[in-house]
């Protein structure tokens, strides 16, 4: 949709430099707007982009504003107003009520008439969705689970018995929230399943990426606060507790009973071991593996980054010997340490 200049400069609370009647329409990277086009300088290394820019306008801070030569919008941070202006450009599209004749509704569920459910998805008995809830097509939902208002489920979700799903919640295609937890009891060369009888419960404004998995509870349940964000193909495990606001990147995995706190980051491809404590404002880099609690806020890595394959051979090798030359320090340790007492002086 198209959008003068001045109305967004009001709607996102930001200075304008530039006509208020101008009009924008779509969005663009820096490197390729043309007229009509939004887009943001985020990256200082791409300054060199703004003199020659021909967009529509420009989101960027005011320091950089005396370097474009088209309108702008000024902000302290570029690409948060980006992102707010692009919701304002491409606006999701309004729910009209229904269910599609192709969809199965338990008599015994409660459907809210401003919400919609898409072809071949299936409502089972107990199940409440909320006002203006979307349920695309090929989705289940599960015996008394719960779905808040204005939420989204894109495409073939799965929610299983008894989640519940908090308001404006974002599911994409292939999640499946509340399925059994990993739990099994040995018995000799046999595995018994443990039954899983907790919830999955996400609350408000959660978003959770494609073929993600969130496991029930085995006894309590599994916790995603307010505000989280989950990547695409992430496993959740059973009784984890994710606090409000924190963000993991695409193929972590969290095991059963780990508590994460509030505001952390976990970038990509992070493992996480089973009954840890996470503090509140932790980030761990990609490829981190967790296998200890965390108190403390701050950075924490352990992938080790990529280098020539050379050099990795070499290093992998040395590695199998570390543990002989740490025992042969602490001989020259010892030896050192002997000499000194018997000679009564420093050994250098």
């Keep these: 949709m198209a959008v003068t200049l001045g109305e967004l400069a009001t709607r996102l609370g930001v200075a304008l430099k530039g006509p ?7 969005l ?33 801070t005011a320091a950089d504003a005396e370097h474009c030569p088209v309108p702008a ?49 299936v409502v089972e008995t107990g199940a409440l969705i909320g006002p203006r809830v979307f349920v695309g097509p090929g989705c289940v939902i599960g015996t008394d689970v719960e779905i808040g208002a204005d939420s989204r489920l894109v495409a073939r979700v799965t929610l299983c018995v ?7 919640a974002l599911i994409h295609p292939g999640a499946v929230i509340g399925r059994e937890g990993f739990g099994f009891a040995r018995d000799g060369e046999q595995w018994v399943r443990m039954p899983q ?4 419960i996400l609350g408000h404004d959660v978003e959770i ?11 309590g349940d599994t916790l995603i606060g307010n505000g989280v964000k989950l990547d695409s193909q992430i496993q959740i495990g059973h009784n984890v507790e994710v606090g409000d606001h924190t963000a993991m990147a695409a193929n972590t995995g969290i095991s059963g009973s780990t508590r994460i706190g509030r505001n952390c980051t ?83």
């Design 20 to 26: 208020a009647d101008a009009l924008v329409d779509h």
């Design 28 to 60: 663009a990277p820096v490197t390729s707007a043309g007229p009509g086009s939004l887009t943001f300088l985020g990256d200082r290394r791409l300054r060199r982009h703004l003199v020659e820019t021909q967009a529509g306008c420009v989101i960027l």
């Design 73 to 121: 919008l000024l902000s302290n941070n570029p690409y948060l107003i980006f992102a707010r202006a692009a919701r304002i450009l491409h606006p999701s599209p309004s729910v009209v009520g229904g269910v599609h004749p192709s969809a199965v509704v338990d008599p015994a569920a409660r459907v809210d008439p401003t919400a919609w459910i898409g072809p071949c998805s």
């Design 162 to 168: 008894g989640t519940r799903v908090g308001e404006r």
């Design 197 to 200: 009888v907790g919830r999955a």
């Design 209 to 219: 990426g494609a073929n993600t998995t969130v496991d029930r509870g085995a006894i």
């Design 266 to 348: 976990i970038a990509g491809a992070v493992g996480m071991a089973g009954h840890l404590e996470i503090a509140d404002g932790v980030h761990f880099t990609g490829m981190a593996m967790v296998t200890r609690s965390v108190s403390a806020p701050g950075v924490y890595s352990s992938g080790i980054p990529a280098m020539p394959s050379a050099d990795w051979r070499r290093n992998v090798a040395r590695f199998r010997h570390l543990d002989e030359l740490v025992r042969r320090i602490k001989q020259l340790e010892t030896q050192i340490d002997t000499m000194k007492q018997s000679n009564g002086r420093e050994v250098t």
